[in-house]
Nanobody
Framework: QVQLVESGGGLVQAGGSLRLSCAGS????????MGWYRQAPEKQRELVAT???????NYADSVKGRFTISGDTAKNTVYLQMNSLKPEDTGVYYC?????????WGQGTQVTVSS
């Protein structure tokens, strides 16, 4: 069993910053990558950023230069530093952990950016 617990969401004004954390527990051995997706109201879930076990990162074009993903493999934890937030960044942010055989998702944390 795998459990992913997100934290760090909240309400922030445009231009502000937030740092999301996702702590994995349980059968995390062999995880290939972890990352963040988000879902705005009435929109599909979309990629925000991912990081592989080897440290390679991938970002959505809309967040490049503003968001930074990092990981602590010893703690099975992934972070998302979000700077220069915009109202369009509003949504529920979900943590993802991926193995070659499948994925696990966290419950999500709400991020609201006011204009």
């Amino acid at each position: 069993q795998v459990q992913l617990v997100e934290s760090g969401g909240g309400l922030v004004q445009a231009g502000g910053s937030l740092r999301l954390s996702c702590a994995g527990s349980g059968h995390m051995f062999g995880v290939e990558a972890m990352g963040w997706y988000r879902q705005a109201p009435e929109k599909q879930r979309e990629l925000v950023a991912t990081i592989t076990r080897g440290g390679s990162t991938n970002y959505a074009d809309s967040v490049k230069g503003r968001f930074t993903i990092s990981g602590d493999t010893a703690k099975n934890t992934v972070y998302l530093q979000m700077n220069s937030l915009k109202p369009e960044d509003t949504g529920v942010y979900y943590c993802l952990a991926s193995w070659t055989w499948g994925d696990y998702w966290g419950q999500g944390t709400q991020v609201t950016v006011s204009s």
